[in-house]
């Protein structure tokens, strides 16, 4: 149920609940003192009440996800600069590998959750 509140031209204040039906008002809505329609207001409090929902709900993973993308680069920048200081063949190998995959994975997880 989202709590509607309208204030008409009027002066009229007039709340109601409601359950919206595919995010709008199920049937016309008028002021009870002049008549006036409130069917466009209420559409107006439902779709912010509803992306409002949205946004709430979306936030969490997102940031985590950022966070998860970032910290594989990191990986893989640290990876590619501790090769450049190495001498040994092998070991830059592994540590060149060891970034790539870092890198790879911070691609991977941002373009799955797109």
């Known amino acids: 149920m989202i709590p509607i509140k309208i204030e008409c031209g009027c002066g009229q204040k ?22 006036l329609d409130g069917t466009r207001v209420a559409n107006e ?34 990876g590619v600069i501790k090769a450049l200081s190495m001498k040994d063949g092998v070991n830059v190998l592994l540590c060149l590998l060891g970034a790539s995959v870092a890198f790879a994975l911070a691609l991977a997880v941002y373009f799955w959750k797109r």
């Open 14 to 35: 007039y709340a109601f609940d409601i359950e919206p039906l595919c995010g709008r008002m199920p049937g016309r809505v008028t002021c009870p003192v002049c008549g």
């Open 45 to 78: 409090i439902i779709a912010y009440n509803l992306a409002a929902e949205l946004a709430v709900e979306k936030s969490g993973p997102n940031i985590v996800m950022i966070f998860a993308v970032i910290g594989c680069l990191l990986a893989g920048v640290a």
